[in-house]
């Protein structure tokens, strides 16, 4: 059984800088293209980026396009969001997620068009906070 389990999350000042990780148990992450998402309070969770298993295909958010990096050390079984020039704008709860309908998700990343209600195992999240 996949789990998930997100850290790095922290308060950091407009402009800063913070890495989130996404580390697996329980089953490799080898195969799975992983998705962040954010959800900010009272609204929608929404996707901000994913990558596929090889990491030869990632996709972003237009709004964080430019400023968010993902990557994956399949090694670690762990996915990264090495996050720049943060806005109070950023300011959510991030998750990782995974689904094992792998072809389906990698589709989805290639062509941008990663949803939530694709995947099925989740992380606890962690909180960003960037004041304003």
């Known amino acids: 059984q996949l789990q998930l389990v997100e850290s790095g999350g922290g308060l950091v000042q407009p402009g800063g800088s913070l890495r989130l990780s996404c580390a697996a148990s329980?089953?490799?992450?080898?195969?799975?293209?992983i998705g962040w998402f954010r959800q900010a309070p009272g609204k929608e969770r929404e996707g901000v980026s994913c990558?596929?298993?090889?990491?030869?295909?990632?996709n972003y958010a237009d709004s964080v396009k430019g400023r968010f990096t993902i990557s994956r050390d399949n090694a670690k079984n762990t996915v990264y969001l090495q996050m720049n020039s943060l806005q109070p704008e950023d300011t959510a709860i991030y998750y990782c997620a995974a689904d094992g309908n792998v072809s389906l998700l990698f589709r989805l990343c290639v062509a941008n068009k990663v949803e939530s209600k694709n995947f099925g195992s989740w992380g606890q999240g962690t909180q960003v906070t960037v004041p304003s």
């Open positions: 990558i596929s298993s090889s990491g030869g295909t990632r």
């Open positions: 329980g089953s490799t992450l080898n195969y799975y293209t």
